[in-house]
């Protein structure tokens, strides 16, 4: 779905079907992303002064950062990537560094493109496809358009005056070219009736009567180029794939036979001629463009690379060097990736961490600077939790539901279920580490593990969930809070 016609209200809207509460944050993002289609919109003397205005996320684990990342991820029609700020470190370390995002992102923006120039030209492509499965079908009846320039008689009257031998040579030529038109002959009454059985096959293909039907077809493997990861500080499994890629280019193993259905066999050869069909640089130059002008990166455990008054030992392999690595890509940058350069000046960045180890002032002043946007998301409440397991369109209550109706079990919970669940999430987080939502999951599996565990003998069944119900499922572990800590 397009944003083009998205106002931050309705935004805001279509993530509250997902995510309860966390209004500001919700919010936040809306206008961000509001305002990357408003500067495409503005002339072009003022379009390039406009910065995108980064957001940080500050709150504890599971009340709704990732998630709102997530359903962003869905929402927007552009290039967007999830990272984790703790997998990358500074130039000179074994892993990956802080450009492998950029180049991420700009792969997602160029599988995004090619897939909307697939679907352009998808029912354009069916007709080739079709005589590709006929051939696999009926090998050896495709049309041949071969020419040949040749004589209308098979003999010729040729004057001659002279040896025996020079005369026999002649007879032999003219014994050949009879065989080679007999050949002919033969040939075109096979070809007319390669012609009439190709035509029926081609009849019951359109039909569906041959999905089931195996044939081999050659595919060819995925042919790219090794990744910038290999010269640029790449991880050892970035390195080793990107070597195989190398052997497999120069030993020329590209082409692999299996054998398939023909329902199989027409999505492979679909792909084979959509990928001849597409211009790769043109669709390149689309998605740079697009990641230049609209995409996100939102980096989350921002908070575990701060340097707490700046201290730092040997187990955290340089912190403030990822940081200072981050810094210009945020500032903005020009990066190369293997579809091209590409300009980090106007790319939104989504910062989002805990920071209970750590504060947001740890980080180095120049990286706080480039996140002007500050949004503290809230610790959920029993009220909050109530609305999660029931106001979404994923709520867990309906998950489980669904998940045992399959079975034949049908769950129903009442309210005080729900609230006595809601109740104990509430305690739990707040005598214990606080996890947010993820303890409604935990709650969730221990209430139902039982039932999940029988539901083949239950089948036609109606369970009602209760307090009651609730309660004795969760015996001695609300009780013991140094077993809570392990359970839950």
Known sequence: MSI?????????????????????????????????????????????????????????????KTEIARRLAKLVNAPFIKVEATKYTEVGYVGRDVESMVRDLMAVGFNNVKKEVEDSMREACGPKVEERLLDLLLPGTGKKEEKSEKNESAFQIIPFGGTPEEAQKIIDEQNASLAAKQAEDEAKKSSSVDNSTREKFRTMLREGKLEDREVEVTVKRQRTMPGMEIIAGGSMDDIQNGMMEIQNMLSGRNHKQKTVTVREARKILTEEVLDSMIDADKVADKAKERVEQSGIIFIDEIDKIATKNGEGNSSNVSREGVQRDILPIVEGSKVNTKFGVVDTTHILFIAAGAFSLAAPSDLIPELQGRFPLRVELEYLSKNDFKRILTEPKNALTKQYTALLATEGVNIVFTEDAIDRMSEIAEELNARSENIGARRLHTIMEKVLEEISFDADEHEGETVNVDSKYVDEKLTGVVKDQDLSRYIL
């Not at 500001?24 to 390039?48: F, G, P, Q, T």
């Open 4 to 64: 083009e016609g998205l106002t931050p209200k309705q935004i805001v809207e279509k993530l509250d079907s997902y995510i309860i509460g966390q209004d500001k944050a919700k919010k936040a993002v809306a206008v961000a992303l509001r305002n990357r289609i408003r500067r495409i919109h503005l002339s072009e003397d003022i379009r390039d002064e406009v910065a995108p205005k980064n957001i940080l996320m500050i709150g504890p684990t599971g009340v709704g």
